[in-house]
């Protein structure tokens, strides 16, 4: 899996996070360490636009921005 992070005016990625799992988790696509680590280099960083390199489902996608809501 990959999550590649872009700068919003040009596209440029940013960052790229890789997980390795026999499949991806079905609440939040990455495991939780994972997201933790994610989250934190949005923060961090101030990213506004997420990419990941895959489909999500939607209860995936809900989950994971339910995550980065609670946090601000």
């Known amino acids: 899996m990959n999550l590649i992070f872009f700068e919003t005016a040009v596209g ?3 960052k790229r996070f890789i ?3 026999d499949k991806p988790d079905s609440r939040t ?3 939780s360490g994972k997201l933790e680590e994610i ?3 949005i923060r961090a ?3 506004g636009t997420v990419v990941f390199d895959d489909e ?3 209860s995936q996608l809900r989950n994971i921005e339910r995550t980065r809501m609670q946090d601000r």
Request: hydrophobic letters at 40%; glycine letters at 6%; zero cysteines.
């Open 12 to 14: 440029e990625a940013r």
């Open 19 to 21: 997980q390795r799992l």
């Open 29 to 31: 696509f990455v495991g």
């Open 39 to 41: 989250k934190s280099f």
């Open 45 to 47: 960083e101030n990213i």
């Open 56 to 58: 999500l489902s939607p």
